[in-house]
């Protein structure tokens, strides 16, 4: 049996899929440097993230009986969003093992988009081993965040989003990446682009992984991340085959040109993005993913975060700018 | 001589003259008390608020000799950032005056996209008589920021959108007021639905002037506010004109309930809202609008606030969020 792989075809097919469940999200101009370049808004997406798109052209693809048993998907909270809000429209059960320890505001938006929460403990337990259990026990749909070829392709539209509304390929794309569905697929959609994923330091396993022409896993010394959905330990072959095909390279970024992009994003954007879905932004506003052109798009990639966490890095910020 | 009058046919004409000139919005699902709904993101606007649809109509609409001489707006920032970027682009010199105590952010952002500031004293300067001395010592064109036909319909090219991207009429409109350009625009825009203002506590001049039938000034003693974009004394019969007619009426909200539409903006909707730029949001979070169905839109208007004061707005609100 050949293994299927996403494919340019499978990402097209998906967006036509998806497309009128999902909220077509804006590419909004910016300019950083004197270069006017663009800004693909995806935290405006339903659920606040891009994880959306993937859960839905999953869940579509499922059968009927499957639906009937519902579906399991174990996140930190954007992929919960995401598959909590896509079957939630089509009638399906979901289950979300979540981390004890997620943001809040992401455990109540996926309890009020109607999924149940089975809690896990971060630092002891395997949620892949609890979500396959429950999955096994109740005959449910497990629906992995990144490691599925439908979630790849599903990811992969925004990709064929922003060609759509640039009026061509754009010449870079900067992503951020934690498992890398979003990054792979977009390098599926947009085959003429250079892809830069954004990584946080430390977690930058995808950037060494591309380095070196193998998978390699994040160190188990990686130090603490305010990017709670970047925090992936090991990618996958259907995420770094796509990557590394195309040449694509990694970069990483610290917490605090994270914290400046959040603030760049606000007061430039009017954007609420989250750490991780800041990283991009942020490889962008520190020279660190190279020459940027008038075609080259950033991708925010989520707004998920605790007010009070956000309010203060906000306020950090902008003390800062005020007394230097 | 009949003196010109906003109308529908103006609306629809500006919208199409200055359509690949601004940003085509996105129009977001957003759920409150249960009821989905719509907000039309104009904080996401080139300059931070729909104040840029206006300035491009006017200035489309002048000769290339009045163009030469350049423009002159007051504003307390939101039209100067619309003027400015504008003239920007179309290579026209653009003076604002502008309140000595305006907001950092949009000072800055009015000398980045080009435009000259001359300041003056809100509490002892009339900046009509400043705008319109040097507007006649440079023989430049006064751009008013709301009583003036082309601005108010360039600012209901909002409406025209709304209309497009939902796919029909919808049945209410709740749009925040300072001099009324935005909400009389989409009022001829939209003459289906029915039109709600949204001014804040004390500032709601236009409110009594609707339920009165004629035009009334704002009181002496209005209380502070921080919806700087909304503080205008006295509305014009061009904007109120429209409204009345239309039977539409307006409510007013409080500073709090302005500062929880901000907090929801952020984290339910992941947009920067400004307080002026909340209030047609807090209107609608508070019910003092009446029933919402699914085909109501909610304005969201500007989110040009400065960084230290959105911080701590946002963290009050998340403090009392949590410990409540």
């Given at each position: 049996?050949i293994e299927?792989?996403p494919?340019?075809?499978g990402v097209e ?11 077509r ?5 910016v300019?950083?440097e004197?270069?006017k370049?663009?800004?693909k808004?995806e935290?405006l997406?339903?659920?606040g993230s891009?994880k ?7 869940l579509m693809l ?5 639906r009937r048993?519902g579906v399991v998907a174990?996140?930190s909270?954007?992929?919960a969003q995401?598959?909590a809000?896509a079957?939630k429209?089509?009638?399906i059960a979901a289950t979300i093992v979540?981390?004890?320890?997620a943001?809040?505001?992401?455990r109540?938006a996926?309890?009020a988009?109607g999924?149940d ?6 630092r002891t337990e395997?949620r892949e ?5 429950l999955a096994a026990a ?5 629906v ?8 790849i ?11 759509d509304q640039?009026g061509g390929?754009?010449?870079k794309?900067?992503v951020?990446?934690?498992g890398g569905?979003?990054?792979a697929?977009i390098?599926?959609?947009l085959?003429?682009a250079e892809i ?6 430390g977690w ?5 992984s ?9 160190a ?6 305010r990017?709670?959905a970047?925090?992936?330990?090991l990618v996958?072959p259907?995420?770094?085959g ?6 694509a390279?990694?970069?990483?970024v610290?917490?605090d040109?994270?914290a400046?992009a959040?603030?760049f994003?606000a007061?430039?954007l009017r954007l609420?993005?989250e750490p991780?879905?800041?990283?991009a ?5 520190t ?8 075609r ?11 007010p ?17």
């Amino acid at each position: 049996m050949i293994e299927r792989r996403p494919s340019r075809q499978g990402v097209e097919a998906a967006s036509q899929r998806i497309g009128s469940e999902i909220t077509r999200t804006p590419l909004l101009p910016v300019e950083i440097e004197g270069v006017k370049l663009w800004v693909k808004a995806e935290c405006l997406q339903q659920g606040g993230s891009f994880k959306l798109r993937g859960a839905t052209n999953r869940l579509m693809l499922m059968s009927a009986e499957e639906r009937r048993r519902g579906v399991v998907a174990f996140s930190s909270g954007n992929h919960a969003q995401g598959v909590a809000i896509a079957a939630k429209k089509m009638g399906i059960a979901a289950t979300i093992v979540m981390p004890a320890d997620a943001p809040a505001v992401k455990r109540q938006a996926t309890l009020a988009a109607g999924a149940d929460i089975v809690d896990y403990d971060r630092r002891t337990e395997s949620r892949e081993e609890i979500g396959a259990r429950l999955a096994a026990a109740r005959g449910a749909t497990l629906v992995p965040s990144f490691d599925d070829v439908d979630i790849i392709e599903g990811q992969g539209s925004t990709g064929v989003e922003i060609r759509d509304q640039l009026g061509g390929a754009p010449d870079k794309v900067l992503v951020c990446c934690g498992g890398g569905g979003l990054s792979a697929g977009i390098a599926l959609a947009l085959p003429e682009a250079e892809i830069v994923t954004v990584e946080p330091f430390g977690w930058d396993d995808m950037a060494r992984s591309l380095e070196g022409g193998r998978i390699v896993p994040v160190a188990e010394d990686a130090p603490p991340t305010r990017c709670d959905a970047l925090q992936t330990k090991l990618v996958s072959p259907l995420t770094f085959g796509p990557l590394t095909e195309r040449g694509a390279r990694g970069v990483a970024v610290t917490e605090d040109e994270t914290a400046a992009a959040m603030a760049f994003a606000a007061r430039s954007l009017r954007l609420v993005a989250e750490p991780g879905g800041a990283v991009a932004l942020a490889a962008a506003l520190t020279g660190k993913a190279g020459a940027l052109t008038g075609r080259s798009v950033i991708v925010v990639s989520g707004g998920n975060v605790d007010p009070l966490v956000y309010a203060e890095i906000l306020e950090g910020q902008a003390t800062r700018a005020r007394y230097s």
